[in-house]
């Protein structure tokens, strides 16, 4: 544990940390963004009975994303992202969080099959963590994979002021696809109130349909317009929706992103994780083409090679590259003004330090993207043994610049809830009647992307968000209902959510 691959070697976890580019502070508690949390050895924090035990402190921080941007937020340990954390597949963890602020909170593991009441989602599944109350939350860390950890108390308020971190399961099996060196990112929106609000994602790209320009793109803003809303930007949307101006990769904005060291002739990892509350990102390499090898985590059958990676808030993909034209490069993201607002990072080859790097592209003309049907996933889930359902959820809400969301036609507590027995194969079929892209996901298990847009997917990729685009798209997806309890099952933009496009998944 603490060990990373890089040319074949086991690394010191100082090592590993100056490769990750983080500062090995020695203290777990004082590194940077991103770090990597370890196992403490001796001292503050020993496991028990063999059980790894790992400190949480939800806090207050004044948090500075590039010189003269400066916000009050909330942190994990006083960063953000909060640490790291890096669990072995089938590790028993016992994470014991500490609520240091002024109000309730609470820490869903998003993506990691954990036991019910380990969940975190206030009011089903545990009572919020009150201000100097400790909860601690024990479970086996399941799936392999890129998970990530954030708060479930008020997200519209505590996720989008800090509260989220990375989680990554090392998979008991040996990893898929090799490579030397990697890095995780993640990626968030801010309203800070210092810039100029950027427009906020509408259609969603990830099902390969909408996106600028796009057909769908030209008829949701001439849709837009017959209704009276007119325009994009923040401003123009609900009435209580933030008006985000600042883009961040690991915390921080360019020029404060700390950047990558790769050199070259390295096959580079990046996990991303899209913890935005409101945008899509789409990733691109300047001078690189990436290789998509896994989806929420699950690894596909091969690598997919695309120029550029649209990402729904919530969800992770890890992408690969290989590090074959010394110099330096921005990773950005190539939505209008996302850079400028500071979603870019330099990548610089060993040696290369000095390289003057081109500068970023926006737009999406000409670029091959990534998008769900392009991919073959592996066949992870446990199989089913019960009844087959089936459900049709209609998204809906948002009309006239409203705060409301529904899931046909309800909000939240008022909701359906999908009534099913260990073992039983759910089928869940979407349509979005809105404008705005919906990304669902559902706690306590992963999905099958059977379909998307009507196109079906041969080999289904394995998720646990995913993104229903903006006018009538449309998925099919398909759990085995493995883990019993009552599950959340929601559009992971807080705002929809506050706006009651939630449900439960009740598995009996
Ligand atoms: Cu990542 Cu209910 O959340
Ligand atoms: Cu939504």
């Known amino acids: 544990m603490g060990t990373a691959a890089v040319k074949g070697k086991s690394l010191s976890r100082r090592e590993f940390l100056r490769l990750s580019g983080q500062a090995g502070l020695g203290a777990v508690a004082l590194m940077a963004g991103g770090g990597t949390l370890l196992p403490r050895q001796g001292g503050a924090a020993q496991g028990t009975g063999g059980m790894r035990e790992i400190h949480l402190e939800a806090r207050e921080v004044t948090w500075e994303m590039a010189p003269g941007k400066v916000i009050k937020a909330m942190a994990y340990n006083g960063q953000i992202p909060g640490p790291e954390l890096r669990l072995r597949e089938g590790e028993r963890v016992r994470i ?40 601690v939350y024990e479970f086996e860390a399941r799936p392999g994979g890129t998970r990530w950890y954030h708060t479930h108390f008020q997200e519209h308020k505590q996720l989008d002021l800090g509260l989220y971190a990375p ?43 909408g996106g600028m320009g796009g057909m769908m793109g030209g008829m949701g ?48 990892r990046l ?79 060993e040696g290369r ?6 500068a970023p592209a926006e737009g999406l003309a000409g670029l091959d993207l990534w998008h769900y049907s392009l991919a073959r996933g592996r066949d992870v889930l446990p199989a089913a043994s019960g009844q087959e359902r089936t459900y049709d959820l209609v998204l809906s809400g948002g009309m006239m610049g409203s705060d409301e969301w529904t899931i046909n036609d309800k909000r939240y ?23 705005e892209a919906h990304p669902m996901h559902l706690h306590g298990q992963s999905f099958k992307v059977l379909s998307v847009n009507g196109q079906h997917l041969p080999a289904p990729i394995v998720k646990d968000s995913v993104d229903v685009e903006a006018h009538m798209g ?3 997806i398909e759990f085995t209902a493995h883990n019993p309890g009552d599950w959340f099952f929601h559009c992971h933009k807080p705002m929809h959510m506050e706006g009651g496009m939630i449900m439960l998944a009740k598995i009996g």
Not at 236 to 247: H, I, Q
């Open 96 to 135: 014991v969080l500490k609520n240091s602020l002024s109000e309730p909170t609470t820490i869903h593991w998003h993506g990691v099959d954990v036991p019910n009441a380990m969940d975190g989602v206030p009011g089903i599944t545990q009572k919020p963590v009150q201000p100097g109350e400790t909860f």
């Open 167 to 209: 989680l990554i399961i090392e998979p008991a099996g040996g990893e898929p696809f090799g490579f030397d060196r990697e890095y995780t990112l993640v990626l968030d929106d801010w309203a800070t109130g210092t810039g100029r609000p950027l427009p906020s994602t509408r259609e969603g790209t990830a099902g390969g349909r």
């Open 221 to 268: 803003r001439m849709m837009e317009g017959m209704m009276g809303r007119g325009g994009m930007g923040g401003m123009m949307r609900g009435g209580n929706s933030p008006a985000y101006d600042t883009m961040t990769i690991n915390g921080k904005a360019y020029p404060a992103t700390q950047p990558l060291k790769v050199s070259k002739g390295e096959r580079v």
């Open 271 to 349: 996990r991303l994780i899209n913890a935005s509350a409101d945008h899509s990102h789409v990733v691109r390499l300047a001078g690189h083409r990436l290789q998509v090898t896994h989806t929420d985590g699950n690894p596909l059958v091969q690598p997919v090679e695309v120029d550029a990676l649209p990402i729904a808030p919530s969800e992770r993909y890890d992408v690969r590259f290989v590090a074959a034209r010394p110099g330096a490069w921005f990773l950005y993201c190539v939505e209008p003004g996302h850079a400028a607002a500071g979603e870019q990072v330099l990548i610089v080859y």
């Open 353 to 358: 330090e000095g390289a003057k790097p081109e």
């Open 413 to 435: 507590p008022n909701t359906d809830p999908l009534r099913l027995r260990k073992g039983d194969r759910a089928r869940v079929r979407f349509r979005n009647m809105s404008m």
């Open 474 to 476: 449309s998925l099919l």
